[in-house]
């Protein structure tokens, strides 16, 4: 029984959005597909430009992703994953089709709602689970072989991001006879660090690095595989201010616990009871995003962010949240992956613009002990209907979208902010939001306004869009692609949205 047909159509907004249906030559070729366990998604590529149709189907639980256009050079059996995908079969379903099927766990509750179907480009696509998955009881034969995770061709990850100049910079992982060093350059870093288990409850040792960053050229390959039982590395440039690297190491079984300390030309890694050199650290001035439901065992709460000299009004954090833990604030990012928004003056995008601004929102919203979910994380596409039903399937409290204005390029003159609501229930959001922003930085007034985007027509729970300014403006665009003045319009966001949280209208 087909249940739900997963990825949906697609829909445009305001005219700047570059989705389209992708035309499919029936000699096109798999090329390669992987599941990560650690990330819990499958990924898969092709030759040519591919829209893959995913389905959920019962008895036995199943998820088959169709590849219209696409043939198969081997059909494989199946192939052993473990988990919540027990294994993975790919095959020819027709002469044009290629077939690839998910075998689910039985005791696997998967919400389809929660099956999230990206491309990285039209020929590059992501099947991401829900990660929140309950440990799936461990069968006769999982405790009969408790083999470690199969190896995967690369399970590390490196998300770079081009951020404004770091005291700190990572320039690598190598592996020495006693652990890890990683070698920096610049000043002796800051570090943050936690104690955490991901989606699998695999334990994961998370070094935050203030005021850091990491070279465009460092390489999940780089980066150790499967040395002293870390299964998987990921290293993460975040765009906050100061700029900050967040080093996750899963740790499997086998796995000593770590310390981690400083040295002048760089961070030891070594397993607990190992003398290492000790240098006292600064205290740390970022909160970097949680970036997963991973439970976080120490330290409570990270302290309050912001180092930044960014002229902020004082927060009335005094002033109480009501609800405060059930609180969910969903962020949307505009655009994405293949589609770049709107292009400015010297190419400007505003994908990367509004994600660079939504993760500071999201960075200041959680040093407040606030839920943060975001439509997405990095540079990916993502179409507008399952943003509204990230949104419902989160039961977010409000949900904030944000993007970058543009006109014509003849129009540089044309420059300020404009906050849109749909509904009522979005107005004293939208209203809340664009006077904090308009009161923490200089720049054009051109009013709160109704109108009738998808996202804000579709979404149950109160709602706004907040154009930061445009890309095509001779003021704001230089404002717009200022790592500093992004990471202070993300504050001066989440400034807002807690003032409506706490009851401002
Ligand atoms: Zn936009």
């Given at each position: 029984m087909q249940i739900k047909k997963l990825f949906t159509g697609v829909v445009g907004v305001a005219g700047v959005c570059l989705f389209g249906s992708l035309p499919a030559k029936a000699t096109a070729r798999l090329q390669t597909w992987q599941f990560d366990t650690g990330q819990n998604r499958f990924m898969f590529t092709t030759e040519s430009g591919v829209q893959p149709q995913v389905s959920l189907l019962s008895n036995p639980k199943r998820l088959v992703i169709d590849?219209?256009?696409?043939i198969t050079d081997e059909a494989v059996g199946d192939q052993l994953i473990g988990g919540a995908v027990q294994a993975v079969k790919v095959m020819q379903a027709d002469a044009r089709t290629t077939r690839m099927v998910l075998e689910l766990a039985p005791d696997y509750q998967l919400d389809p709602q929660q099956v999230k179907v990206w491309g990285l480009t039209d020929h590059q696509w992501v099947v991401q689970l829900p990660s929140a998955i309950p440990l799936a009881t461990p069968t006769a034969q999982a405790k009969a072989d408790p083999s470690p995770l199969p190896p995967l061709l690369s399970r590390n990850q490196v998300s770079y991001m081009p951020v404004a100049l770091a005291a700190t910079v990572i320039q690598g992982v190598q592996t020495t006879p006693n652990g890890f060093f990683m070698p920096v350059a610049g000043a002796i870093p800051q570090v943050q660090i936690y104690r955490t288990r991901d989606a699998h409850q695999?334990?994961?040792l998370v070094v935050d690095v203030v005021n850091a960053s990491i070279p465009p050229q460092l390489t999940p390959e780089a980066l150790p595989h499967h040395r002293y039982g870390i299964s998987r590395w990921a290293v993460t440039q975040f765009r906050t201010l100061p700029p900050a690297v967040r080093i996750a190491l899963t740790l499997d079984a086998t796995s000593p616990d770590w310390q981690v300390t400083l040295a002048q030309g760089g961070i030891v890694l070594t397993p607990v009871g190992v003398a290492a050199p000790q240098i006292a650290t600064a205290p740390t001035t970022v909160v970097l995003p949680v970036l997963s439901t991973a439970q976080v065992s120490s330290p409570s709460q990270p302290p309050n962010p912001t180092a930044s000299a960014a002229p902020q009004p004082a927060p009335s954090s005094t002033a109480s949240i009501p609800n405060r833990e059930r609180v969910v604030v969903m962020l949307d990012p505009g655009h994405g992956g293949?589609?770049?928004g709107a292009i400015g003056l010297g190419g400007l995008q505003e994908k990367g613009v509004v994600?660079?601004?939504?993760q500071q929102v999201a960075a200041t919203l959680q040093s407040q002990g606030i839920t943060v979910r975001m439509t997405r994380q990095g540079d990916q596409t993502v179409d507008l209907q399952?943003?509204?039903d990230m949104a419902a399937a989160a039961h977010a409290t409000v949900f904030v979208s944000i993007h970058a204005n543009a006109v014509n390029m003849?129009?540089?003159e044309v420059n300020g902010l404009e906050?849109?609501?749909s509904s009522d229930s979005g107005l004293a959001l939208a209203t809340v939001i664009h006077r904090r922003v308009l009161s923490s930085l200089p720049m054009g007034d051109r009013g709160v306004k109704q109108a009738r985007?998808?996202?804000?027509?579709r979404t149950t729970m109160p709602a706004a869009l907040i154009e930061i300014g445009f890309v095509t403006g001779a003021t704001d665009a230089p404002k717009l692609r200022d790592p500093q003045w992004q990471a202070q319009m993300g504050q001066a966001i989440a400034q807002g949205i807690l003032d409506y949280l706490r009851g401002g209208r």
């Open positions: 590849l219209p256009g696409i695999m334990r994961q293949a589609d770049p994600l660079a601004v939504a399952p943003r509204v003849q129009r540089p906050t849109y609501y985007f998808f996202v804000l027509r």
